[in-house]
Structures are given as C-alpha cells and as structure tokens.
C-alpha cells in the first residue's frame, strides 16, 4: 500500500469513527447540537453575545 492510500484509508477510517472505540455513553451529535443552540439563545438573551448575522 503506498503512502497517499494508506493517508486516504486512515482518513476514511477516522470519518467512519472506526478508528478508536466509541464509548456508549457519549450523546448523539444531534443532542449536543441542541445543547449548544439553547446555549446560544440564552445568551443572546442575556445580552452576552450578538445574534448572527445569516
């Protein structure tokens, strides 16, 4: 296997999340993403931060 495969395979293989164990009590992606939104709007809320610009 030459270098360029064995990077591409490795950085398959991260993207897949094979390359270590998952551990079972982490939270969907899905969950976080919703932490960090009303995270967000609370501190707008608060003043604290400024609503971005979309």
């Known amino acids: 296997m030459k270098a360029q495969q064995l990077k591409n395979a ?5 993207i ?3 390359l270590v164990p998952q551990d ?12 960090i939104k009303q995270k967000k709007d609370r501190l707008i809320a608060e003043g604290k931060i400024k609503k971005s610009k979309k």
């Open 10 to 14: 490795i950085l398959q293989l991260a």
């Open 16 to 18: 897949q999340g094979k």
């Open 24 to 35: 079972p009590t982490d939270e969907p992606a899905s969950v976080l993403l919703e932490k």
